[in-house]
């Protein structure tokens, strides 16, 4: 296998055309590239073709956006009719309280392998001490928590950004949830841009933070996140950040010799995220790399 993709977004219509209803066109706009509907199936042929194994991620924004969710359980089947291409992680909405605390329990009944959240969509933060039953939940259950950090390709471009705030995504705004739960693993999604220097202290600081860089191309992807993440590989002086790695096919068509820190990195320095019943038991981290195929080959934004 020559990588994981750590964050890959349904291409269906359940979740393209319903949970991002009258968002996906603008994003589209936005990054100059259209997102080719396809079936599960041939989402899992695809990357065999590639021969990575893909993250799939479950969505629940439905109290902030008032659009369908894509289920634990569509997830979850997908894992278990395509064990090869695919393992998962789950999403509950923080804002239905007990409801979601109990999700993240089925969660893991499911075997899936952490809880993917949105703060900017789902539009809240998750410092306030409101939401901390559900992370705890999370750590509760040996689940990683996979958090949007940063812009979003969402709203780019529009007024009001389609009412979406970014600020909710500020990667700082995790530092409260990994201080308080150190046994749950912390996943900041897209490096946080633009306040990716702040998330690389906060992963210096927190051995329970990871970052991941999904979204970007390397060529565009900023100087201090790229020594950090051949630092984090080569054991130097920041060798207790902890990075999930994420790549397009600019990534993959990269000579080995330019990947080898990524894949050193992509060890977790010899750690691994932690385990749980997901069809695959090997921890995500053990496998080369991970990568994250977007909008087109070199995006300027995450979703």
């Not at 996979?146 to 969402?154: K, N, Q, V």
């Not at 702040?198 to 100087?223: C, E, F, Q």
């Not at 060890?267 to 997901?278: A, D, E, I, R, V």
Request: proline share 7%; aromatic share 6%.
């Amino acid at each position: 296998m020559r990588a994981i993709d750590f964050h890959v977004h349904l291409p269906t219509p359940d979740w393209l055309d319903g949970s991002m209803a009258g968002y996906v066109e603008a994003a589209e706009a936005y990054f100059r590239s259209t997102v080719p509907r396809q079936s599960l199936a041939e989402l899992a042929d695809r990357y065999r073709a590639l021969d990575i194994k893909a993250v799939l991620l479950a969505w629940d924004a439905e109290t902030a956006t008032g659009r369908p969710r894509v289920p634990n359980e569509t997830i979850a089947a997908a894992c278990e009719a395509h064990p090869d291409a695919f393992t998962g992680i789950g999403s509950v909405d923080p804002h239905k309280g007990e409801t979601a605390v109990a999700e993240v329990a089925k969660i893991a009944g499911l075997g899936l392998r952490g809880v993917k959240f949105h703060p900017s969509l789902q539009a809240f933060a998750p410092d306030d001490p409101r939401y901390d039953p559900v992370f705890a939940a999370c750590e509760e259950h040996g689940l990683l928590a996979l958090f949007h950090t940063g812009t979003s390709g969402i709203g780019a471009r529009q007024p009001g950004g389609q009412g979406i705030r970014i600020d909710y995504s500020h990667p700082l705004k995790l530092d409260a949830v990994a201080a308080a739960h150190p046994r749950l693993t912390v996943v900041a999604a897209h490096f946080g841009w633009p306040w990716h220097m702040d998330l690389i202290a906060m992963a210096l600081h927190k051995t329970n933070v990871y970052i991941d860089i999904s979204g970007w191309s390397p060529k565009r992807m900023p100087h201090e996140v790229g020594v950090a993440v051949g630092r984090a590989g080569a054991g130097h002086a920041i060798r207790r950040m902890r990075l999930a790695l994420s790549c397009s096919r600019a990534w993959l068509a990269m000579p080995r010799s330019s990947s080898s820190a990524r894949q050193r990195s992509g060890s977790m320095n010899g750690k691994s995220l932690p385990h749980t019943n997901c069809p695959d038991r090997r921890p995500l981290s053990s496998r080369t790399t991970s990568c994250g195929i977007r909008f087109g080959d070199q995006p300027e934004m995450s979703m």
